[in-house]
């Protein structure tokens, strides 16, 4: 009984920490595609921006 008490703990804790390091992956991939994004546009932006004064 103890072995199997034992058994599924061991299983839940592994468990929970899959389920942690997925979570922190997911938001580490969410975190870096935003900052990917927010760089283009800021770099797009600026980019028109010069093109404008140069030109202009």
């Known amino acids: 009984m103890v072995m199997i008490v034992t ?3 061991m299983v839940a804790v592994v ?3 899959v ?3 997925v979570v ?3 938001v580490v991939v969410v975190v870096v ?3 990917v994004v ?3 546009v800021v770099v797009k932006v ?3 921006v ?3 004064v140069v030109v202009g």
Do not use: G, H
Request: charged letters at 0%; proline letters at 0%; glycine letters at 0%.
């Open 15 to 17: 468990v929970v920490v």
């Open 19 to 21: 389920v942690v390091v």
């Open 33 to 35: 595609v935003v900052v």
């Open 24 to 26: 922190v992956v997911v």
């Open 50 to 52: 010069v093109v404008v």
């Open 38 to 40: 927010v760089v283009v």
């Open 7 to 9: 058994i599924a703990v």
């Open 46 to 48: 600026v980019m028109s």
